[in-house]
């Protein structure tokens, strides 16, 4: 090991069903990483600013409509074009908190009835999670929360097929949070986990690969 990867940032991904809490955790995440002396950047997939993000964001908003193998493949090419900008991010130092992965990424479109196996290929290669907190919501609780079922997938039945998916997907780098807690308890536990494996990745935990 190089002295570059004894002082990598950790890749951490929250993961979870719409409305499961994700971004607001992510946002208070950071903060409290930060205020402990950590270098946090906070992304998020979709990244709808790109070209491509921006065909998916009229297709989620249902503006438009595309095969749901083409938008498999889109929203995996939207991870691949940051694939050099994550990597040398991480190199630098710093931690990324992203909102959302390739286990939304193989979930969503295998809930839609595509192949599960096929659904991972084209994630194959790109730098796997450090840590993969998902959290773990009741579909009709989520549903309840505001704005639900504005976009395209947010109709509970389908939630429900998305949950069996990112079970089946679980591995040791995941841990799961029980998010019909209150926000500070949710938050708690996050906190604790990633400290833990931001500490790791600076010891020279090595960076791998998905899958
Ligand atoms: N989604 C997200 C996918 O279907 N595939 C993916 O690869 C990713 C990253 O897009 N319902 C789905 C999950 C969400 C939707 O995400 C938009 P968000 O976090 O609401 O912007
Ligand atoms: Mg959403």
Same mark, same amino acid.
């Given at each position: 090991g190089g002295g570059d990867a004894e002082k990598r940032g950790a890749l951490i991904v929250l993961e979870g069903l719409d409305r499961s809490g994700k971004s607001s955790q &992510?946002?208070?995440?950071?903060?409290?990483?930060?205020?402990?002396?950590?270098?946090?950047?906070?992304?998020r997939f979709p990244d709808r600013t790109t070209a491509i993000g921006q065909m998916i964001s009229s297709y989620l908003s249902q503006a438009s409509e595309l095969d749901d193998s083409a938008v498999h493949l889109l929203f995996a090419a939207n991870r691949w074009e940051k694939r050099s900008l994550m990597e040398s991010t991480l190199r630098k130092g710093i931690t990324l908190l992203i909102d959302r992965?390739?286990? /939304?990424?193989?979930?969503?479109?295998?809930?839609?009835?595509?192949?599960?196996?096929? &659904?991972?290929?084209?994630?194959t290669g790109l730098p796997a999670a450090d840590l993969v907190l998902y959290l773990d919501i009741d579909p009709e609780v989520a549903a309840s929360r505001g704005e639900y079922g504005l976009e395209r997938y947010e109709k509970v039945d389908f939630q429900r097929r998305v949950a069996t998916y990112y079970q089946a997907m679980r591995d /040791?780098?995941?841990?799961?949070?029980?998010?019909?807690?209150?926000?500070?308890?949710?938050?708690?536990?996050?906190?604790?986990?990633?400290? /833990?494996?931001?500490? /790791? &990745?600076k010891s020279g935990a090595e960076l791998l690969r998905l899958w």
């Open positions: &992510c946002r208070a995440l950071a903060s409290f990483l930060r205020g402990r002396g950590e270098s946090v950047e906070e992304w992965y390739s286990y /939304s990424g193989v979930a969503f479109s295998a809930a839609k009835g595509l192949d599960f196996q096929w &659904c991972r290929t084209p994630e /040791s780098t995941w841990q799961t949070v029980d998010a019909n807690q209150s926000v500070d308890e949710v938050q708690e536990a996050l906190r604790e986990a990633a400290v /833990s494996v931001i500490q /790791s &990745c």
